[in-house]
C-alpha cells in the first residue's frame, strides 16, 4: 500500500523564482492538504484539495497557489520566492469528510537563497 | 495569542519515566484532537487521537482532553530512548473547517538512559 509520495525531496532556488512541488496521496484517498512547516515551528496550513478544487485556504498570500489532477495528485506552486518561504513543504492525504488522520508524506525541503 | 500553545520543551525524560505533555487551545468549538509525532527531518505521524471528554489508552500512550478547559493533554509511559522526538498537538474545528488542523509549535522530549 502506498503512502504519500512527494517530490523533489529537496530543492534550491533563488529569490523571485517560482517552484512547483508534487504530491501523491495514499491509495484510496481523495484529498490532499498542504501544509509549510518552518525550522523550530508546527506545520502551518496553507490549502486542501477535494474534487479538484480549493476547497480551504489558510493565511498564506496568492504566490501560494495549487491544483488537483483527476488521479488526486496535487500539485503546489509558489511564485516570486522570497527568502522567507524556506521551509519544509508537507502534502498530508486524506478521506473526504472524515476528520480524522491526516497521512503526511516526508516533505520538499526548499532552501531559497 | 496562538491557536494552538504547546511548551516547547526540551522535556527530559529519565528512561522508563512519564514524559507528560500539554497542549490548550483557544477555538472553543473545536471538535477533535491529534498528537503527532515528529523525528528530526522527517515527517509527522500520528499518535493519538481523541474526539470527547476524558481519558483514551493506547499502549503506552496516554491522551487526556478537557473540552471546558480547553486543553489536551499525553501522557507516555515506561519512555523509551525511542520516543525521544518533537510531539506535535493539533486541533480541528470541524464543520465547514473540518480539513484545516491547526498544529502547535511542537513540544521536544528527550529520553535519557
Known amino acids: 500500500d502506498a503512502g504519500v509520495t512527494q517530490s523533489p525531496t529537496h530543492l534550491i532556488k533563488t529569490r523571485g523564482q517560482q517552484v512547483t512541488l508534487r504530491c501523491s496521496p495514499k491509495s484510496g484517498h481523495d484529498t490532499v492538504s498542504w501544509y509549510q512547516q518552518a525550522l523550530g515551528q508546527g506545520p502551518q496550513f496553507i490549502f486542501q484539495y477535494y474534487e479538484e478544487e480549493e476547497r480551504q485556504r489558510g493565511n498564506f498570500p496568492d504566490r501560494f497557489s495549487g491544483h488537483q489532477f483527476p488521479n488526486y495528485s496535487s500539485e503546489l506552486n509558489v511564485n516570486a520566492l522570497l527568502l522567507g518561504d524556506s521551509a519544509l513543504y508537507l502534502c498530508?492525504?486524506?478521506?473526504?469528510?472524515?476528520?480524522?488522520?491526516?497521512?503526511f508524506g516526508e516533505g520538499s525541503r526548499l532552501t531559497v537563497l | 495569542q496562538k491557536e494552538v500553545e504547546q511548551n516547547s520543551g526540551p522535556l527530559s525524560v529519565p528512561e522508563g519515566a512519564i514524559a507528560s505533555l500539554n497542549c490548550t487551545y483557544s477555538?472553543?468549538?473545536?471538535?477533535?484532537f491529534f498528537w503527532y509525532r515528529q523525528y528530526s527531518g522527517k515527517s509527522p505521524e500520528l499518535i493519538m487521537s481523541?474526539?470527547?471528554?476524558g481519558d483514551k489508552e493506547d499502549g503506552r500512550f496516554t491522551a487526556q482532553l478537557n473540552k471546558a478547559s480547553q486543553y489536551v493533554s499525553l501522557l507516555i509511559r515506561d519512555s523509551q530512548p525511542s520516543d525521544s522526538a518533537t510531539y506535535l498537538c493539533?486541533?480541528?474545528?470541524?464543520?465547514?473547517?473540518?480539513?484545516?488542523?491547526?498544529f502547535g509549535a511542537g513540544t521536544q522530549v528527550v529520553v535519557t538512559p
Open positions: 477555538d472553543r468549538v473545536s471538535q477533535s
Open positions: 498530508a492525504s486524506s478521506l473526504n469528510g472524515e476528520t480524522g488522520e491526516l497521512f
Open positions: 493539533a486541533v480541528n474545528r470541524g464543520a465547514d473547517s473540518w480539513g484545516k488542523f491547526q
Open positions: 481523541i474526539y470527547s471528554n
